[in-house]
């Protein structure tokens, strides 16, 4: 299996910066995307920032110019930056990566971390 592990959120000012860590462990084999998605109270869950295989980001046009995505193959990593933030990005974000284990290489699953909750707020 694979394990996802958070860290960073709270709470952040109007404005402000904030930075979400993900690492990925456990027996994997290839990791084919990794990527943030959050969830807001009431709403449903959404794709925020992904990086796919050979490098290439997609972003949410309600973040875009604002977070950055970066992944680290290497360490089985990925970060959110987001700065300039706003009260509408208060929601619990969530790493997802989607990979194959050792265990089972031909599937392909969805792993998902525990969730980072952010507060954008005065």
């Known amino acids: 299996q694979v394990q996802l592990v958070e860290s960073g959120g709270g709470l952040a000012q109007p404005g402000g910066s904030m930075r979400l860590s993900c690492a990925a462990s456990?027996?994997?084999?290839?990791?084919?995307?990794m990527g943030w998605y959050r969830q807001a109270p009431g709403k449903q869950r959404e794709l925020v920032a992904e990086v796919i295989s050979g490098g290439s980001t997609n972003y949410v046009d309600s973040v875009k110019g604002r977070f950055t995505i970066h992944r680290d193959n290497a360490k089985n990593t990925v970060a959110l930056q987001m700065d300039s933030l706003k009260p509408e990005d208060t929601a619990v974000y969530y790493c997802k990566a989607e990979a194959s284990t050792t265990r089972d290489p031909m599937a392909i699953n969805d792993y998902w971390g525990q969730g980072a909750p952010v507060t954008v707020s005065s």
């Open positions: 456990g027996s994997i084999l290839s990791i084919y995307s």
